[in-house]
Nanobody, 128 residues
Framework: QVQVTDAGGGLVQPGGSLRLSCTAS????????MGWFRQAPGKEREFVAA???????????YYADAVRGRFSISRDKADSTAYLQMNSLQSEDTAVYSC??????????????????WGQGTQVTVSS
C-alpha cells in the first residue's frame, strides 16, 4: 500500500516563505497526481495545488485561485516527491496542510474525489 509522508511546516512571519514536501513510498506507479489541501480552524478542507505525476500531462500544475502566483508545485519523480513552495505567505494561509495521492480526473483534481492516500498533515502558521 502506498504511504504518503508530508513535512516542512512551521512558523513564519507574514511575507515569508516555506517549502513543503510530499513523498510517496510503496507503489509509486499506482497514482497519477499529487495534491495539497489545507484546513484552517473552523473551516472545511480546501484544495491548494496539485501536479500530474505520469502520462502525457505529467508535470502539469493546478492551483487554487487564492494561491496562484504565490505558491508553486513541482516534482522530483526519481524521489517520488512533490514540493510546494509557498511565498508571500499571509495570515490567511495558516492551516494544516495535507498531501494526497490518487487518480483524479481533470474535472475533479481540485476536489478530494479521486485521492486515496493522505499524509498526516503539517502545520503552517503565519504570524508576526
Amino acid at each position: 500500500q502506498v504511504q504518503v509522508t508530508d513535512a516542512g511546516g512551521g512558523l513564519v512571519q507574514p511575507g515569508g516563505s516555506l517549502r513543503l514536501s510530499c513523498t510517496a513510498s510503496g507503489g509509486t506507479s499506482s497514482f497519477h497526481a499529487m495534491g495539497w489541501f489545507r484546513q484552517a480552524p473552523g473551516k472545511e478542507r480546501e484544495f491548494v495545488a496539485a501536479i500530474r505525476w505520469s502520462g502525457g500531462s505529467a508535470g502539469t500544475p493546478y492551483y487554487a485561485d487564492a494561491v496562484r502566483g504565490r505558491f508553486s508545485i513541482s516534482r522530483d519523480k526519481a524521489d517520488s516527491t512533490a514540493y510546494l513552495q509557498m511565498n508571500s505567505l499571509q495570515s490567511e494561509d495558516t492551516a494544516v496542510y495535507s498531501c494526497a495521492i490518487g487518480r483524479p480526473i481533470t474535472s475533479t483534481i481540485r476536489t478530494e474525489r479521486g485521492y486515496f492516500s493522505w499524509g498526516q498533515g503539517t502545520q503552517v502558521t503565519v504570524s508576526s
